[in-house]
């Protein structure tokens, strides 16, 4: 319990993990995060802020953080509800090694720049993201509110994510984890990288991440989800409206492939409209996508059918 509802009291209560509401009267709150709140990874995690809350991170720090060593296996996790973020920014530090583009350029790390969760169960209801950034420039790297990986399936339901950016993913990003996304709207988010993401030793001779990297990032606008192992993505009810992907890349509203055509893209009920950035895969204009199948239904898609 954050009783006196300062900064604090808050990381206090993150150490102890459990349900943590807030105790500020009937007003509204910012409450300033001044250091990265790492959440225990051995338990699970309530964070409430009753619709009166905000965090924020003073374009400084990233706001929550969930770091397990392991891969797609922990049962606990974050359940993050009526809470709004603000303002969190992380700060890489694993620059890519210098080498003249195509070669990528950038970094590989400074994922997540309000909420960065690997390897445990996520749950986000009725929260807001908006300014929020990550790394702008990387092939990999992403996922200006949020950035998720390796975990069980996430589930992401009545939420905002607003002007936020990273170099891939600029609302949310999220890699070998099954993404279900619900009642959502997406709105003003950039991918700021460029080039996309490619294996190439024609056009790179340095290698970067085992391989002939080229192209530093850019993909997925608003939504961004990479891997395999029959991870797939669902949106539902959802509104993606006016992001953009970066300069030669793809997916101004999504970007999702999955790298051994195991998993699908089903989207229902939702709107993708008024992004912008390159498309293939055959899901409309504002989408880059490689599945083993695509599935839209009771859905405005840009550019679709």
Same mark, same amino acid.
């Given at each position: 319990?954050?009783?006196?509802?300062?900064?604090?009291?808050?990381?206090?209560?993150?150490?102890? @993990?459990?349900?943590i509401t807030f105790?500020?009267?009937?007003?509204?709150?910012?409450?300033?995060?001044?250091?990265?709140?790492?959440?225990q990874t051995d338990r699970n995690t309530v964070i409430d802020g009753?619709?009166?809350i905000t965090l924020d991170g003073g374009n400084s720090v990233q706001?929550?953080?969930?770091?397990?060593?392991?891969?797609?296996?922990?049962?606990?996790?974050?359940?993050?509800?009526?809470?709004?973020?603000?303002?969190?920014k992380t700060t890489p530090t694993q620059a890519i090694p210098s080498a003249p583009a195509p070669c990528s350029q950038g970094y590989d790390d400074g994922e997540g720049g309000a909420m960065y969760v690997r390897d445990g169960t996520?749950?986000?209801?009725?929260?807001t993201f908006e300014n929020n950034q990550a790394a702008l420039l990387g092939p990999d790297t992403g996922g200006?509110?949020?950035?998720?990986?390796?975990?069980?399936?996430a589930f992401i339901v009545n939420s905002s994510f607003i002007n936020n950016k990273a170099s891939n993913g600029g609302g949310l990003g999220s890699l070998f984890v099954d993404l279900n996304v619900? /009642?959502?709207?997406?709105e003003g988010n950039?991918?700021?990288?460029?080039?996309?993401?490619? /294996?190439?030793?024609?056009?790179?001779?340095?290698?970067?991440?085992?391989?002939?990297?080229?192209?530093? @990032?850019?993909?997925?606008?608003?939504?961004?989800?990479?891997?395999?192992?029959?991870?797939?993505?669902?949106?539902?009810?959802?509104?993606?409206t006016n992001n953009a992907a970066g300069t030669g890349a793809f997916g101004g509203g999504i970007f999702y492939t999955s790298n051994d055509f195991s998993g699908t893209l089903t989207i229902t009920d939702s709107t993708i409209t008024g992004n912008t950035g390159g498309s293939w895969g055959g899901a409309g204009t504002a989408v880059g996508v490689n599945a083993k199948a695509i599935v839209i239904t009771n859905s405005t898609v840009q550019g679709y059918p």
């Open positions: 319990m954050a009783a006196d509802c300062t900064f604090s009291a808050l990381a206090e209560a993150v150490t102890e @993990g459990g349900v105790n500020c009267g009937a007003a509204p709150v910012t409450i300033p995060v001044t250091a990265t709140l790492n959440l009753g619709n009166l706001i929550l953080r969930f770091d397990h060593a392991d891969f797609m296996v922990n049962l606990n996790g974050i359940t993050l509800q009526h809470i709004t973020l603000v303002n969190g996520v749950r986000i209801i009725d929260v200006g509110g949020v950035y998720i990986l390796g975990s069980k399936p619900y /009642n959502c709207l997406f950039t991918a700021t990288g460029n080039g996309a993401n490619n /294996n190439d030793a024609s056009q790179c001779s340095a290698i970067n991440n085992g391989q002939n990297e080229i192209g530093s @990032g850019g993909n997925g606008g608003a939504l961004y989800n990479d891997g395999a192992s029959a991870t797939n993505v669902t949106v539902c009810g959802t509104q993606i």
